[in-house]
């Protein structure tokens, strides 16, 4: 939490496609006091918010999409300043393909990268 902080985050929003008993759930299970802390919990009910950044894992993806019974999120990391995405990452292979659940590739949007990446930004923008 210290290396986020150190470049400048105020919040961290752990997003999925569910509902607020199943995001508040999740954060119990893992630890999370949102009140305490830089970390909260935000469900997208119904995939809208999702489907408007383009974070709908495509059907064809899941193996059984009926299971699920509404959008699933791709795994994905946005860094945002005053509204502005500045970093949009996506926990997938080059192609899109290979990995339906960002599990193959998660480094993409795992903190130590995503800390590198915010980094290299705020040179760009010093320079």
């Not at 830089?38 to 918010?49: A, E, R, V």
């Not at 894992?57 to 946005?78: I, N």
Request: charged share 30%; net charge negative; with cysteine.
């Amino acid at each position: 939490m210290d290396a986020l902080k150190a470049v400048g985050v105020d919040e961290v929003i752990a997003f999925a496609v569910n509902d607020g008993a199943v995001m508040e759930a999740w954060a119990k299970d893992q630890g999370i006091d949102a009140a305490k802390g830089l970390i909260s919990f935000m469900g997208d009910t119904t995939g809208k918010l999702t489907e408007a950044l383009g974070m709908v894992l495509p059907a064809s993806r899941l193996g059984d999409p009926e299971q699920f019974g509404r959008p699933v999120c791709k795994r994905f990391a946005l860094y945002m300043e005053d509204g502005v995405i500045k970093l949009h990452l996506v926990a997938e292979d080059a192609n899109g393909e290979d990995d339906p659940a960002g599990d193959n590739f998660p480094e993409a949007v795992m903190p130590d990268n995503v800390i590198a990446k915010i980094k290299a930004l705020s040179i760009k923008d010093e320079v």
